[in-house]
């Protein structure tokens, strides 16, 4: 009954030859339903009049300069849950396996594992019937040697020259920053973490400079993707106007994110590009908490931290009285805060759209925990993809506009009264969205800065990305 199964351990390299993949290293875990395999630009299209699926994998584990471009015929997509409770729908693919010098066909998701291990993960429903799984055991059918996978794999290395980008954050071992980072390297580019706090600046009249902790000048950058957080705004901002001062390209200017973190300031500009917003109050004395209420419709109400991110400082007044409590509490500290109707339709859902070069590349729904109206990605709550109307791509577009954010992210609810918009956001998070929808958001970041060097030099584009422009995927 057992021998004609493999034994396998915890760990595995295996192979799918009709994908082109010769090697990936794979995580069994027999607790896993579906398998699935790393996948980045994905991409449906018809051949021969079926459908199928393009996409691209760099299938060797913290090697984002080999890359393979695959194609299957697509078998469907399906909702998958992840051991955190996040949801998502992948594409399916059926291709042949080989492990051990076994083969036989299976079944594989499709979604960007950048965030994992192993880019690649065999689940119970490819195991069943033909594998037996040692866990306390790793690599039981053998590892191939380094020269073995280099000489496999000689062909498809990305090309290594590129732009200098610095990525101007704080953490480096946050997701965002790691697939911006690993999207640049992917395109040849040379990249470089710039830590905010690190860096320092000379202010002249003849030789500006911006220093880093060891003294180097940072002036030969040609392009710079600021990322910063709340907390950093001022001196991050004061970084990326210095950066344009020397005529470094910067992603999103210092003025658009100065201003996008001024929630009150940002939102008066956004009504002032006709764009609709719920109903918000702003005092400053708490003598007029009362008609502050009333103004907004009354309660249930939502009472904004100016400085709040990520959820954090939102609050939730279901009674006049909560409000006035909430209200008179955060005055008291001499707190700024905005008043704001309360969309109880939404039902604790709102989307998010990533906005590039004034196009919605990806959307999604995100939903509050059950008892939670804050839907933010970053309080537990779950995102899925949604089909977002017309007039929710407008106004998505027209807010990154009117903010002047080359990259942005805009959040809209859905009211009776049609979609309003609440707030833009000048760093917005890659993780839930790219989980989400399997777009390579990071990467369409990278393509934005190679347009404007395009435009300035096509002789420049002609010489870097030739190998690269051939392969390019369409955005959608």
């Known amino acids: ?140 059918l053998g590892i191939p040697s380094s020269d073995s996978i280099k000489e496999v794999y000689k062909f498809s ?45 000379k202010l002249d009249a003849t030789t500006p400079q911006i220093r880093y902790r060891d003294g180097r000048i940072l002036n030969d950058f040609d392009a710079i993707i600021p990322r910063i957080r709340p907390s950093m705004t001022f001196y991050g901002s004061a970084l990326t106007r210095q950066f344009e001062t020397l005529g470094i390209y910067c992603l999103n200017s210092a003025a658009a994110i100065t201003q996008s973190r001024d929630k009150l300031y940002s939102l008066q500009l956004l009504l002032n590009h006709g764009l609709e917003i719920p109903t918000t109050g ?44 909430v209200i008179n509490a955060f005055k008291s500290v001499n707190a700024n805060i905005l008043v704001q109707e309360f969309i109880k339709e939404a039902n604790g859902k709102d989307i998010r759209c990533f906005v590039v070069d004034g196009k919605v590349v990806a959307a999604i729904q995100r939903e509050a925990l059950p008892g939670e109206f804050r839907a933010n990605i970053h309080l537990g709550g779950t995102a899925s993809v949604v089909k977002i109307t017309p007039q929710e791509k407008k106004i998505a577009i027209r807010a990154a506009k009117a903010m002047d954010l080359k990259v942005a992210g805009v959040d809209i609810i859905r009211s009776s009264k049609g979609p309003l918009l609440l707030e833009v ?45 051939k392969n390019e995927e369409s955005e959608n």
């Not at 907004?296 to 609050?315: A, D, H, N, S, Y």
């Not at 969205?433 to 002609?462: H, L, P, R, Y």
């Open 1 to 140: 009954m057992f021998a004609d199964k493999v034994i396998v351990g915890s760990e595995e390299w295996c192979s799918f030859p009709e994908l082109g993949i010769p090697y990936i290293k794979a995580r069994v875990d027999s607790g896993a339903k579906t398998s699935a395999i790393h996948a980045i630009n994905i991409s449906p299209f018809l051949k021969d009049g079926e459908s199928w699926v393009k996409f691209d994998i760099n299938p060797i584990q913290n090697n984002v300069q080999t890359l393979l471009h695959c194609e299957a015929k697509l078998v469907g997509k399906r909702v998958v849950k992840s051991s955190s409770g996040f949801r998502e729908q992948r594409y399916v693919i059926s291709s042949v396996l080989n492990i051990g010098g076994s083969q036989w066909t299976v079944e594989i998701t499709l979604t960007n594992r950048d965030s994992m291990g192993f880019r690649m993960l065999l689940g119970r429903e490819a195991m069943s019937g033909r594998v037996l799984v040692d866990p306390e055991q790793k690599y039981l």
């Open 157 to 201: 290395q990305v090309t290594s020259l590129g732009l200098r980008i610095g990525v101007l954050a704080s953490n480096p071992e946050l997701y965002s920053n790691k697939r911006i980072m690993e999207a640049g390297e992917m395109r040849g580019h040379d990249m470089h973490f710039l830590n905010i706090k690190e860096c320092y600046m």
């Open 425 to 469: 956001n000048s760093s917005p998070g890659l993780e839930g969205i790219e989980g989400a929808t399997n777009f390579d958001i990071a990467g369409s970041m990278i393509k934005s800065i190679e347009k404007v060097f395009e435009a300035k030099n096509s002789q420049w584009t002609k010489k870097h990305f030739k190998s690269t422009d």
């Open 282 to 325: 702003f005092a400053n004395s708490p003598l007029e908490t009362n008609d502050l209420i009333k103004m907004v419709g009354g309660p249930p109400l939502i009472v904004k931290l100016l400085e709040g991110t990520q959820g954090k400082g939102v609050v939730l007044a279901e009674t006049k009285k909560a409000a006035e409590s």
